[in-house]
Structure formats: C-alpha cells, structure tokens
C-alpha cells in the first residue's frame, strides 16, 4: 500500500522506474494530465461535434479490451492535423485532424489508432521505463506546440530535452494494428486508417507546419501504409459486408467545425 501511494506521488513529479502503474494509478495520472492539457489547451466546447467525436470514440473503445475504461474524447482547436492519447483514456482530436480528413473512415481511423495506444498502455510503459521524467510536462510538450516556445518552456520549467520523448516504432506498428481491429469491429472501413497517413506524408511535403507535431511524437515512414494495408488484406474481409466508409453525418459535422473562429495562435513573444 505505501509502494502504490508513493508511486502515485511521485508520478504527478517524476518518472520512477521502480514503480508499477495500476489501471486506477493509471487513471489518475490521466485525470492530472488532463486536467493540465485542458488548462493550456484551447479545448472546444461545442456539444454537437462534441457527441459525434465521443459518440464515434466510444463505438470503438466499447469493443477493446479495456471497455471497462472511462474514455474521454475532446477536440483542441488547433490548425494541426493531430490526434493525441493520454494514459487511462483521455483521447484528444485537433480540429486540424477533422477538417482535413476527406472521409468518415480517416477520422475514424486516426481515432481508433490514438485509441489503440490506451489499449497497449504504451503511455504507461514509458511512465515505467524512463527515470526522472515529469509526467504531465513531458506529455504536454511532446504531444503539443507549447513547448516550442519560449515563454512556453518557461511556463512549464521543462528544457528541450524533453522533447525526445515520444512513441517507438513499435509502440506506432502495434497502434496500428490496434486501430485496424478497432474500426473493423465499430463497422467502419479499415481503409481510413493507412488513407489518413497518405494524406499525412502529402501534406508533410506541402505544409510540413501542419504535420510536424504528429511527426514529431509519431515516427513514421511511407512504408507504413503498405504494412497497414497488408494488415487489412490478411483480414479476408467479407466485400459484402457493408462497413460505414463515408456519412453525410460527418460532413455536417467538418463543416460546422471549419465555420468555428480561427484557432487562437501560439505566443512567441513571452520571455
């Protein structure tokens, strides 16, 4: 007992490799990290794109292995075309991410793969692997631009160092894996998933600005599309069975979201 509450005090301070994280240690340290995203983060609160995200999030996190989490979904008005997972189920989409996708299954498939890296606590194992790590910081300036500044850095007391932490290939490849799986049992087309990431390494040649957050936490390289696709294609799917590629629904939803105010812009000038 004194072992966990000591790892749960030291994990909302530093990252200690002797402790071992429990899905409720888990899920405060999610709720801490959370708490300080949404107070850095412009998150928006507009309740109809609001419950079609965690509407669509929850078909699929309903059929993961770890249904029994209390998944959390939200939208940070950001142009990125990002998408970030915190541990115990705090999924995190960028309004970047909704307006560029160019069909229900990309988003869906983008989603399902944030929602694979809860599923395979790759967050937790960092937590557990790395020493002396601030927790909530690390998070915050690895998955966020906020620490590319200087007032940001300043702001959260964390060098650039910091922004070495991010998701091994592996943790990338079995997320992958993961978002596949989670799409085909929602009844949405896989498709969307290495479709998405097309778009992504496009739009990485045009407007390298928009991707480089997600690069810079996401390593990635063109071959993941074909691994993906070659995932999808061991599946055998059935052609006559009819998953959702595409709804006038979303749509509806990626207009609303592209009338909503410019994202606020980062703030070069704090010292």
């Known amino acids: 007992m004194f072992t966990t ?54 078909s699929m996190a309903s059929k993961t292995s770890r249904a029994d989490l209390d998944w959390r979904f939200e939208v940070v008005n950001s142009p990125d075309v990002n998408a970030f997972a915190l541990p115990g189920g705090f999924i995190y989409v960028n309004r970047g991410a909704i307006e560029q996708a160019d069909r229900f299954d990309e988003i869906a498939g983008i989603m399902g793969h944030e929602i694979g890296h809860v599923v395979r606590r790759h967050s937790v194992k960092q937590i557990q692997g790395q020493e002396r790590r601030v927790v909530g910081l690390v998070l915050l300036c690895t998955l966020t631009r906020i620490c590319h500044t200087i007032g940001g850095r300043v702001a959260v007391q964390v060098g650039e160092d910091a922004l070495s932490a991010k998701y091994s290939q592996h943790d990338e490849a079995e997320a992958d894996s993961e978002g596949v799986v989670n799409t085909v049992r929602a009844g949405i087309d896989p498709e969307g998933l290495p479709s998405f990431f097309e778009k992504l390494f496009e739009e990485q040649k045009r407007q390298p600005s928009l991707v480089e957050t997600f690069f ?48 606020p812009k980062p703030d070069t000038t704090q010292r």
């Not at 000591?6 to 990290?33: H, K, M, P, Y």
Request: net charge negative.
């Open 216 to 263: 810079s936490t996401h390593p990635s390289d063109e071959s993941r599309v074909a691994h993906t696709r070659k995932q999808i294609a061991g599946l055998k799917l059935d052609p006559k069975q009819e998953l959702r590629r595409d709804t006038p629904d979303f749509h509806a939803i990626q207009e609303r979201v592209r009338a909503w105010p410019a994202p």
């Open 5 to 58: 509450r000591l790892c749960l005090l030291l994990s909302s301070v530093v990252l200690v490799t002797a402790c071992s994280v429990s899905q409720s240690d888990e899920r405060a340290i999610g709720s801490a990290n959370a708490a300080q995203v949404d107070s850095e983060l412009p998150i928006v609160h507009d309740s109809v794109v609001d419950l079609f995200v965690t509407e669509l999030g929850r």
